[in-house]
Each structure stands twice: as structure tokens, then as C-alpha cells.
């Protein structure tokens, strides 16, 4: 299965509360709680390009699947992590405490986010 396409956020769950446990200002959270996100995905058999829009802020990792890589988290700071696939259409990935699983499944895109026991849930559609 592609994950190639670019997806718009549909919904999200406990979006304020994990991003606060990450350590984003209260002002970052009402700024970004209510801005449309656009994820777009760049897949070439194991290596991936993944641009993430929200406003004015791109946030783009690039990796191949099993391969340690640096990837920028949510809060800008840069860390070592590997990305496993499982299966054809699951990607997932541990950033320092953070463990992130991303499901296509069809034209939609679920990920969800763990950190302890909070967990934040992002569900996208292709566009």
C-alpha cells in the first residue's frame, strides 16, 4: 500500500492536554489547536518525505524505514529515531518517550500518539 498523497486533519482528540505534556506554551496550543493541518506524503519503496503544514509552520522529516535518522519532533527540538513498518500500511516510531503509529487504511490516515498514558489521536483524509 502507497501512503503517497496529501491528507487534510478531519479530527484530532486531547490535542491541548499532550501538547502541554510535551512542554508547548499555552499560547502555542490556542494557536495551533484550531489551524487546518495538511500532511503530505512522499513514499519511494522504504524512504519517505513527510511535510507537515499547520499555518505558517512546515515541519518535514525524511527517513528510510529501519534506518536511524533525525527527525524534528512536534516542539523543534532534533532526535535520533527509527522508524519500523508493519505490515504494508503501518509506520511506527519511538521520539524520546514519545511512541508514534501511523495507520493508512484506505484514503484515510490515523495517527496516534503516546506518551505515558495520555495519548493524542489525529485522523486525516486524503485530499
Known amino acids: 500500500m ?3 498523497g496529501k491528507y487534510e486533519l478531519q479530527s484530532q482528540e486531547n490535542f491541548e492536554p499532550f501538547m502541554k505534556a510535551l512542554g508547548l506554551s499555552d499560547e502555542q496550543i490556542q494557536k495551533g489547536k484550531d489551524l487546518k493541518s495538511i ?3 512522499v513514499q519511494d519503496g522504504k524512504k519517505f518525505k513527510i511535510t507537515v503544514t499547520v ?3 512546515v515541519l518535514t522529516n525524511e527517513f528510510t524505514v529501519g534506518v ?3 527527525m524534528e ?4 527540538e532534533k532526535v535520533k529515531s ?3 513498518m508493519e505490515g ?3 509506520l511506527v516510531v519511538t521520539m524520546k518517550g514519545v511512541k508514534s503509529v501511523t495507520v493508512l487504511n484506505g484514503d484515510t490516515l490515523t495517527n ?3 506518551m505515558g498514558d495520555l495519548t493524542y489521536k489525529r485522523i486525516s483524509k486524503r485530499i
Not at 519532533?73 to 523543534?76: A, I, Q, R, Y
Request: proline share 0%; charged share 20%.
Open 82 to 84: 527509527l522508524v519500523q
Open 68 to 70: 536511524e535518522s533525525e
Open 55 to 57: 499555518g505558517s509552520r
Open 88 to 90: 504494508d500500511n503501518t
Open 39 to 41: 500532511s503530505e506524503i
Open 73 to 76: 519532533m512536534l516542539t523543534g
Open 112 to 114: 496516534t500518539m503516546t
Open 2 to 4: 502507497s501512503f503517497n
